[in-house]
């Protein structure tokens, strides 16, 4: 699921505000409906280690279908 970014003129915040709420209930429905599709965000506890160089840049860019 990509969210899309497009130029909205004159979109009132309540309207920006109500789209951003709609587009995060779906993708938790997506989420929750299907759970092999969720993207585990990886995590490396405080001090104990550190994400090779260039892994923060990589996964996110698949993340956000930049790749």
Do not use: D, N, Y
Not at 4 to 11: C, G, H, K, N, S
Not at 22 to 44: D, M, N, W, Y
């Amino acid at each position: 699921m990509m969210l899309r970014i497009t130029a909205r003129r004159f979109e009132s915040w309540a309207a920006i505000r109500a789209r951003m709420i709609r587009e995060t209930e779906v993708f938790l429905e997506l989420g929750l409906r299907e759970p092999s599709r969720q993207v585990l965000i990886p995590a490396i506890p405080v001090g104990r280690g550190r994400f090779r160089p260039g892994f923060a840049q990589t996964f996110w860019a698949q993340v956000l279908g930049t790749s």
